[in-house]
Protein backbone atom coordinates (compact mmCIF):
# COMPACT_ATOMS: atom_id res chain seq x y z
CA UNK A 1 0.00 0.00 0.00
CA UNK A 2 0.77 3.43 -0.72
CA UNK A 3 1.95 6.27 2.27
CA UNK A 4 -0.99 8.62 1.88
CA UNK A 5 0.97 10.74 3.71
CA UNK A 6 3.73 11.18 0.31
CA UNK A 7 0.42 11.11 -1.98
CA UNK A 8 -1.12 14.01 -0.38
CA UNK A 9 2.21 15.85 -0.66
CA UNK A 10 3.36 15.25 -4.01
CA UNK A 11 -0.38 16.46 -5.07
CA UNK A 12 0.68 19.26 -2.90
CA UNK A 13 3.21 20.06 -4.45
CA UNK A 14 1.67 19.24 -8.05
CA UNK A 15 -0.72 21.86 -6.88
CA UNK A 16 1.63 24.66 -6.03
CA UNK A 17 3.37 24.50 -9.25
CA UNK A 18 0.15 24.28 -11.60
CA UNK A 19 -1.28 27.61 -9.31
CA UNK A 20 1.73 29.76 -10.11
CA UNK A 21 0.52 30.28 -13.76
CA UNK A 22 -1.87 32.44 -11.57
CA UNK A 23 1.00 34.75 -10.36
CA UNK A 24 2.25 35.13 -13.84
CA UNK A 25 -1.19 36.15 -15.04
CA UNK A 26 -1.49 38.75 -11.70
CA UNK A 27 2.40 40.07 -13.09
CA UNK A 28 0.97 40.73 -16.03
CA UNK A 29 -2.06 42.93 -15.32
CA UNK A 30 -0.40 45.16 -12.17
CA UNK A 31 2.71 45.15 -13.33
CA UNK A 32 3.91 48.34 -15.28
CA UNK A 33 6.41 46.89 -17.70
CA UNK A 34 8.11 43.11 -18.30
CA UNK A 35 11.18 42.70 -15.96
CA UNK A 36 12.98 40.78 -19.42
CA UNK A 37 16.22 40.19 -17.28
CA UNK A 38 14.46 38.38 -14.42
CA UNK A 39 12.63 36.50 -16.69
CA UNK A 40 15.33 35.45 -18.70
CA UNK A 41 17.43 34.47 -15.47
CA UNK A 42 14.83 32.70 -14.17
CA UNK A 43 13.48 30.76 -16.95
CA UNK A 44 17.18 29.92 -17.99
CA UNK A 45 17.74 28.78 -14.32
CA UNK A 46 14.55 26.58 -13.96
CA UNK A 47 15.63 24.91 -17.58
CA UNK A 48 19.23 24.34 -15.79
CA UNK A 49 17.68 22.56 -12.64
CA UNK A 50 15.50 20.26 -15.12
CA UNK A 51 18.49 19.34 -17.28
CA UNK A 52 20.45 18.57 -15.10
CA UNK A 53 18.06 16.42 -12.42
CA UNK A 54 17.01 14.80 -15.56
CA UNK A 55 20.31 13.02 -16.40
CA UNK A 56 21.72 13.42 -13.25
CA UNK A 57 18.97 11.80 -11.19
CA UNK A 58 15.97 10.98 -13.03
CA UNK A 59 17.36 9.02 -15.96
CA UNK A 60 19.64 6.83 -13.70
CA UNK A 61 16.92 6.01 -11.07
CA UNK A 62 15.07 4.96 -13.68
CA UNK A 63 18.07 2.52 -15.35
CA UNK A 64 18.53 1.77 -11.64
CA UNK A 65 14.41 0.20 -11.27
CA UNK A 66 14.55 -1.15 -14.88
CA UNK A 67 17.89 -3.12 -13.94
CA UNK A 68 16.41 -5.10 -11.02
CA UNK A 69 13.71 -6.28 -12.94
CA UNK A 70 15.49 -6.59 -16.65
CA UNK A 71 18.94 -6.96 -16.08
CA UNK A 72 21.12 -4.40 -17.21
CA UNK A 73 21.25 -4.16 -21.17
CA UNK A 74 17.31 -4.70 -21.24
CA UNK A 75 17.16 -1.73 -18.44
CA UNK A 76 19.35 0.46 -20.47
CA UNK A 77 17.21 0.09 -23.92
CA UNK A 78 14.16 0.46 -22.43
CA UNK A 79 15.35 3.53 -20.20
CA UNK A 80 16.62 5.36 -23.31
CA UNK A 81 13.62 4.44 -25.38
CA UNK A 82 11.42 5.74 -22.20
CA UNK A 83 13.12 9.13 -21.97
CA UNK A 84 12.82 9.34 -26.05
CA UNK A 85 9.32 8.36 -25.99
CA UNK A 86 8.82 11.08 -23.47
CA UNK A 87 10.28 13.73 -25.98
CA UNK A 88 8.30 12.54 -28.57
CA UNK A 89 4.71 12.82 -26.57
CA UNK A 90 5.44 16.55 -25.57
CA UNK A 91 6.43 17.18 -29.26
CA UNK A 92 3.37 15.92 -30.43
CA UNK A 93 1.29 17.94 -27.85
CA UNK A 94 3.37 20.97 -29.08
CA UNK A 95 2.53 20.51 -33.07
CA UNK A 96 -0.91 20.26 -32.70
CA UNK A 97 -1.21 23.03 -30.65
CA UNK A 98 -1.28 26.45 -32.97
CA UNK A 99 0.82 28.96 -32.11
CA UNK A 100 -1.42 31.60 -30.87
CA UNK A 101 -2.90 29.12 -28.36
CA UNK A 102 -0.07 28.34 -27.62
CA UNK A 103 0.75 29.31 -23.95
CA UNK A 104 4.69 28.69 -24.50
CA UNK A 105 4.69 31.61 -27.20
CA UNK A 106 6.57 34.12 -25.31
CA UNK A 107 4.71 38.34 -25.01
CA UNK A 108 5.49 41.18 -23.20
CA UNK A 109 3.45 43.29 -20.42
CA UNK A 110 3.58 46.26 -22.87
CA UNK A 111 2.05 44.35 -25.34
CA UNK A 112 -1.26 44.05 -23.93
CA UNK A 113 -2.40 47.83 -24.00
CA UNK A 114 -1.00 48.11 -27.59
CA UNK A 115 -2.66 44.62 -28.89
CA UNK A 116 -5.54 46.14 -27.70
CA UNK A 117 -5.50 49.85 -29.11
CA UNK A 118 -4.93 47.90 -32.25
CA UNK A 119 -8.14 45.56 -32.13
CA UNK A 120 -11.11 46.84 -34.19
CA UNK A 121 -14.41 48.00 -32.71
CA UNK A 122 -16.49 45.00 -33.99
CA UNK A 123 -13.63 42.35 -33.36
CA UNK A 124 -13.99 43.78 -28.90
CA UNK A 125 -17.23 43.59 -29.25
CA UNK A 126 -17.54 40.18 -31.14
CA UNK A 127 -18.65 38.06 -28.07
CA UNK A 128 -19.25 35.22 -29.45
CA UNK A 129 -15.83 34.57 -31.50
CA UNK A 130 -13.85 36.26 -28.89
CA UNK A 131 -15.48 33.39 -26.48
CA UNK A 132 -14.49 30.92 -28.60
CA UNK A 133 -10.92 31.97 -29.08
CA UNK A 134 -10.89 31.97 -25.28
CA UNK A 135 -12.36 28.43 -24.76
CA UNK A 136 -9.56 27.13 -27.57
CA UNK A 137 -7.02 29.11 -25.50
CA UNK A 138 -7.57 27.66 -22.39
CA UNK A 139 -7.54 24.01 -23.71
CA UNK A 140 -4.57 24.17 -25.16
CA UNK A 141 -3.05 25.78 -21.78
CA UNK A 142 -4.46 22.19 -20.08
CA UNK A 143 -2.94 20.22 -22.57
CA UNK A 144 0.41 22.17 -22.50
CA UNK A 145 0.43 21.53 -18.49
CA UNK A 146 -1.47 18.39 -18.39
CA UNK A 147 2.04 15.72 -18.52
CA UNK A 148 4.18 18.65 -16.37
CA UNK A 149 1.80 17.72 -13.98
CA UNK A 150 2.46 14.07 -14.21
CA UNK A 151 6.11 14.93 -14.19
CA UNK A 152 6.31 16.48 -10.71
CA UNK A 153 4.31 14.09 -8.92
CA UNK A 154 6.22 11.19 -10.29
CA UNK A 155 9.47 13.03 -9.28
CA UNK A 156 7.77 13.74 -5.36
CA UNK A 157 6.61 9.86 -5.10
CA UNK A 158 9.91 8.67 -5.99
CA UNK A 159 11.78 10.74 -3.63
CA UNK A 160 10.18 13.96 -2.18
CA UNK A 161 13.58 16.38 -1.79
CA UNK A 162 13.55 15.79 -5.76
CA UNK A 163 9.94 16.78 -5.64
CA UNK A 164 10.56 19.96 -4.40
CA UNK A 165 13.16 20.93 -6.86
CA UNK A 166 11.25 19.89 -9.85
CA UNK A 167 8.33 21.55 -8.25
CA UNK A 168 9.99 25.26 -7.80
CA UNK A 169 11.34 24.77 -11.43
CA UNK A 170 7.76 24.12 -13.48
CA UNK A 171 6.33 27.04 -11.02
CA UNK A 172 9.11 29.29 -11.88
CA UNK A 173 8.31 27.80 -15.79
CA UNK A 174 4.73 28.63 -14.88
CA UNK A 175 5.24 32.27 -13.47
CA UNK A 176 6.37 33.75 -16.86
CA UNK A 177 4.13 31.19 -18.99
CA UNK A 178 0.80 32.62 -16.68
CA UNK A 179 2.04 36.19 -18.73
CA UNK A 180 2.00 34.49 -21.57
CA UNK A 181 -1.52 32.72 -21.47
CA UNK A 182 -2.76 36.09 -20.14
CA UNK A 183 -2.04 38.35 -22.42
CA UNK A 184 -4.25 35.96 -25.24
CA UNK A 185 -6.89 35.37 -23.03
CA UNK A 186 -6.73 39.78 -22.69
CA UNK A 187 -7.27 40.08 -26.40
CA UNK A 188 -9.52 37.53 -26.18
CA UNK A 189 -12.52 38.25 -23.94
CA UNK A 190 -12.25 42.01 -23.16
CA UNK A 191 -11.59 41.39 -19.13
CA UNK A 192 -8.86 41.23 -17.04
CA UNK A 193 -10.65 39.56 -14.93
CA UNK A 194 -11.89 36.76 -17.19
CA UNK A 195 -7.95 36.71 -18.23
CA UNK A 196 -6.70 36.29 -15.08
CA UNK A 197 -9.61 33.54 -14.02
CA UNK A 198 -8.97 31.50 -16.66
CA UNK A 199 -5.37 31.37 -16.80
CA UNK A 200 -5.46 30.87 -13.24
CA UNK A 201 -7.57 27.71 -13.82
CA UNK A 202 -5.77 26.69 -16.56
CA UNK A 203 -2.73 25.76 -13.71
CA UNK A 204 -5.58 23.26 -12.49
CA UNK A 205 -4.50 20.84 -15.31
CA UNK A 206 -1.35 20.25 -13.30
CA UNK A 207 -2.66 18.24 -10.57
CA UNK A 208 -5.35 17.12 -12.66
CA UNK A 209 -2.54 15.33 -14.76
CA UNK A 210 -1.22 13.53 -11.71
CA UNK A 211 -4.38 12.76 -10.45
CA UNK A 212 -4.97 10.85 -13.48
CA UNK A 213 -1.68 8.74 -13.70
CA UNK A 214 -2.08 8.07 -10.07
CA UNK A 215 -5.48 6.29 -10.45
CA UNK A 216 -4.65 5.14 -13.70
CA UNK A 217 -0.84 3.70 -13.25
CA UNK A 218 -0.77 3.28 -9.49
CA UNK A 219 -3.06 0.21 -9.44
CA UNK A 220 -0.52 -1.50 -11.34
CA UNK A 221 2.90 0.14 -10.25
CA UNK A 222 5.80 -2.06 -10.55
CA UNK A 223 9.14 -1.35 -10.88
CA UNK A 224 9.13 -1.21 -14.56
CA UNK A 225 6.17 0.79 -14.92
CA UNK A 226 8.21 3.23 -12.71
CA UNK A 227 11.26 3.01 -14.76
CA UNK A 228 9.17 3.42 -17.79
CA UNK A 229 7.64 6.35 -16.92
CA UNK A 230 10.20 8.21 -14.70
CA UNK A 231 12.66 7.61 -17.69
CA UNK A 232 9.70 9.59 -20.02
CA UNK A 233 9.40 12.77 -17.18
CA UNK A 234 12.91 13.01 -17.72
CA UNK A 235 12.57 13.03 -21.61
CA UNK A 236 9.76 15.63 -21.11
CA UNK A 237 11.57 17.66 -19.09
CA UNK A 238 15.03 18.10 -21.41
CA UNK A 239 12.43 18.74 -24.21
CA UNK A 240 10.32 21.90 -22.45
CA UNK A 241 13.69 23.17 -21.71
CA UNK A 242 15.38 22.63 -24.81
CA UNK A 243 12.51 23.50 -26.66
CA UNK A 244 10.75 26.01 -24.46
CA UNK A 245 12.29 27.77 -21.88
CA UNK A 246 15.93 28.60 -23.26
CA UNK A 247 14.73 29.70 -26.56
CA UNK A 248 12.24 32.06 -24.27
CA UNK A 249 14.90 33.18 -21.71
CA UNK A 250 16.92 34.38 -24.60
CA UNK A 251 13.92 35.98 -26.26
CA UNK A 252 13.30 37.71 -22.94
CA UNK A 253 16.85 38.88 -22.31
CA UNK A 254 20.16 38.44 -23.56
CA UNK A 255 22.26 35.41 -24.45
CA UNK A 256 24.36 35.84 -20.94
CA UNK A 257 21.49 36.31 -18.88
CA UNK A 258 20.20 32.77 -20.25
CA UNK A 259 23.38 30.98 -19.78
CA UNK A 260 24.28 32.21 -16.58
CA UNK A 261 20.71 31.39 -15.34
CA UNK A 262 21.26 27.71 -16.69
CA UNK A 263 24.32 27.03 -14.77
CA UNK A 264 23.16 28.86 -11.58
CA UNK A 265 20.16 26.19 -11.92
CA UNK A 266 22.68 23.76 -12.06
CA UNK A 267 25.08 24.40 -9.62
CA UNK A 268 21.89 25.06 -7.23
CA UNK A 269 20.20 21.38 -7.95
CA UNK A 270 23.63 19.67 -7.79
CA UNK A 271 24.12 21.26 -4.40
CA UNK A 272 20.85 20.46 -3.57
CA UNK A 273 21.54 17.04 -4.11
CA UNK A 274 24.50 17.02 -2.00
CA UNK A 275 23.45 17.98 0.70
CA UNK A 276 20.43 15.60 0.70
CA UNK A 277 22.92 12.21 0.27
Same mark, same amino acid.
Given at each position: ?13 ? @?? !? ?8 ? +? ?10 ? @? ?17 ? +????? $? ?25 ? +? ?59 ? !? ?18 ? !??? $? ?34 ? !? @???? @? ?19 ? +? ?41
Amino acid at each position: MMDNQAVLFAFGLT @LF !AGLCTGIGSA +IAFFAQRTNTKF @LSLALGFSAGVMVYVSFWE +IVRKA $NDALTLELGDVTAQWVTVLSFFGGMAL +IAIIDKFVPSYENPHEMHSIEEMDVGKANLPKDETHDFDKLKRMGIFAAIAIAIHNFPEGL !ATFTAAMSDPSLGIAIAVAV !AIH $NIPEGIAVSIPLYYATGSKKKAFLYSFLSGISEPIG !A @LVGF @LLLMPFFTPVVFGVLFAGVGG +IMVFISFDQLLPAAEEYGEHHHSIYGLISGMVVMALSLLLFL
